[in-house]
């Protein structure tokens, strides 16, 4: 059992909740029961240790037993070096150290189904609001995530947490400039739709039988204006009463949901 | 110019924050720009007084306009008497100390429209949720919404900043217990829909001809069986991914769209 709050190994995984030590590395942390569970779930060979207290692995027995078929290494901690480990408040007895592995752009555009729907943030900045909305667009099927070089790092630990395992669902790919992800989605044949409020297309209107692209902007100013003209359609999500908008991830859900009917609809 | 942040006056508008002072003297505080608009704007004669920094008075106009012409108390302040106001870190400038007017329920009943959307929530804790709710609420056109004596306090200081105005721009009835709403809601035949995940009619077959109220438990264990049972028919938002669920402002935002897309689609 590791004890001591203070040893290099303890230090190690304190600094993933750095960025900078997340890129040199390679590697990011998945804290509490939901996240840990979800990544030995669906990714083991992405998982090169979990940590878990006596107490969070009589709790969580499944996690336990997932970490031993996939062959990873399960170390007993004592509560004062889980919590020396994490960013979070309350960890719950157990964290994860993740490997990123993510496909490149042309790999996972490949990959896609003939009526895809996709993904695409840029410029979001709230750690918050991206894990939120690949929540939602896990929940809405969704086949694919891009987030541009301009969003959030989705390996932050408040991505990780308000992803709630989604991270681990569906294929996201980061770290590329907004113009390269809309030049590689039009020559798939991928329809771009703007989310926007200034959008001329109403939600219920909007053209979802094709393969698209939602793309959707930074949660306090939305869309770049350069962004907003090179997309096909500009939609926006109707506002019934005296609201003035929709908060990002309401209005990402709207919109994955509405391409999710239109796809239950033609199946 | 009030200038001193240790008077009297600036501890009683601190003070604020506390819930047992909100509730004894049946005021609460709209922090930031857009707070103060909405409740300058659509709810003047419940607002005695106005606290802005000169230099906010300069970026917001409409603040001033809207205050002077609704006869409002508008004292400029230094920043150092705004910051000492306020729960908030930025308040950016402006505060509004507001009187809470709620309509009795049977009054809010008795006022709603033939084909009524309300939407209810019973034991929801967090108050950025319960303010995401109502702002979801306000965009979907929903007519009133309803918080049973066991949810936040609507007037908490995060409730009306994660509402971003919408506390002001629908009827909000509060402090009732659940089983009382229910009965209300019934007697005045509203169909009562139980949100939840365990529900066996999934959103896009629901019944959203009739008027209707959504019922939306806690966050995290969602709605108690006994509460489910009494209403007509338990929906579940379809999850068409891996996710194992939706937050609360999400499932919410898509029940109360789906009840505003009925509604459109029969007027």
Redesign the interface.
């Given at each position: 059992m590791l004890t001591n709050p203070r040893s290099d190994r303890v230090k190690a995984v304190r600094a993933l909740s750095r960025r900078s030590v997340r890129s040199r590395t390679g590697l990011f942390l998945a804290e509490g029961p939901?996240a840990v569970r979800e990544a030995v779930r669906?990714a083991p060979d992405q998982v090169p240790d979990v940590y878990v207290t006596a107490e969070a692995a009589e709790r969580h027995p499944e996690i336990v037993a997932a970490a031993e078929a996939g062959g990873l290494f399960l170390h007993e901690v004592s509560p004062e070096v889980l919590e020396a480990m994490c960013d979070a408040d309350h960890p719950q007895g157990v964290v994860a150290v993740c490997r990123w592995a993510e496909p490149a752009l042309d790999v996972a555009l490949g990959a896609l189904p003939p009526d895809a729907v996709v993904c695409v943030l840029t410029n979001v900045r709230d750690p918050g609001n991206a894990g939120?909305v690949i929540?939602?667009?896990?929940?809405?099927?969704?086949d694919l995530v891009v987030l541009s070089d301009s969003s959030v790092d989705v390996r932050s630990p408040k991505v990780v947490r308000s992803s709630?395992?989604?991270l681990w669902?569906?294929p996201i790919v980061t770290g590329v400039p907004i113009p390269v992800i809309l030049d590689a989605l039009r020559a798939r044949g991928i329809r771009l739709l703007a989310a926007d409020g200034s959008g001329a297309t109403v939600l219920?209107e909007a053209d979802l039988a094709r393969p698209h692209a939602w793309v959707l902007g930074n949660e306090a100013w939305g869309l770049e204006p350069e962004v907003r003209d090179a997309c096909d359609e500009v939609v926006r999500?109707?506002?019934?009463?005296?609201?003035?908008?929709?908060?990002l991830?309401?209005a990402a859900?709207?919109c994955l949901?509405a391409s999710?009917?239109a796809r239950?609809a033609r199946r």
């Open positions: 939901q669906f939120t929540r939602g667009a896990d929940a809405a099927g969704a709630v395992g989604s669902h569906l219920p999500v109707p506002i019934h009463g005296r609201a003035e908008s929709l908060n991830a309401m859900t709207l949901y999710a009917a239950d």
